[in-house]
């Protein structure tokens, strides 16, 4: 799978099968559904599902939460756009 499929798959009404719980969390933020992406991701204790904690959280506003993830991720909040971030992460996982 490559961003280009990723993001064709969300016309769908589920995310790709072979998808990684990352990807997975990703693909129901882009389809608005913000709560499923973050309990998805919540309890995984791994610096991959931090950096998408803290995008949630910056998406969501909590800018102090999201920092907090930011830092358990091993980063800092980047000063780039919602989307470039979405795409960033996303590309890392593919």
């Known amino acids: 799978m490559n961003i280009t499929a990723l993001k064709e798959s969300l016309s769908t009404d ?3 099968l072979n998808a990684s719980v ?3 969390a990703l ?6 559904d913000w709560n499923k ?8 204790p791994d610096k991959n599902a931090s950096w ?8 969501e506003g909590d800018i102090g939460n999201a920092d907090y993830w930011y ?3 091993g980063k800092k909040r980047p000063s780039v756009s919602l989307q470039e971030e979405w795409e960033q992460i996303a590309e890392t996982f593919l």
């Open 14 to 16: 589920a995310p790709p």
């Open 22 to 24: 990352y990807l997975k």
């Open 27 to 32: 693909w129901y933020d882009a389809k608005d």
């Open 37 to 44: 992406a973050h309990e998805l991701i919540q309890d995984i």
């Open 52 to 59: 998408i904690h803290a995008y949630l959280h910056r998406k």
């Open 71 to 73: 830092s358990k991720a």
